[in-house]
């Protein structure tokens, strides 16, 4: 049987605290890729632009 290093996260995902993709990044990526603008993730998702942008930043904790 095979033991973590004493130094690396025991995450299933077998990646360290940081080198995990934020979610704030993660939401970032996403919306680009589908070619959308805040406004536009904002209108489809029923929120203000000024909360996908602090979703964005990091801001927004719920």
Known sequence: ?????????AR???RRKEEAMKLCDKIQT???RAGLSQVDLADAMGVSRQSVSKWETGVSQS
């Open 1 to 9: 049987m095979l033991k973590a290093k004493k130094n690396q996260d």
């Open 30 to 32: 996403a919306r680009k």
């Open 12 to 14: 299933p995902e077998g």
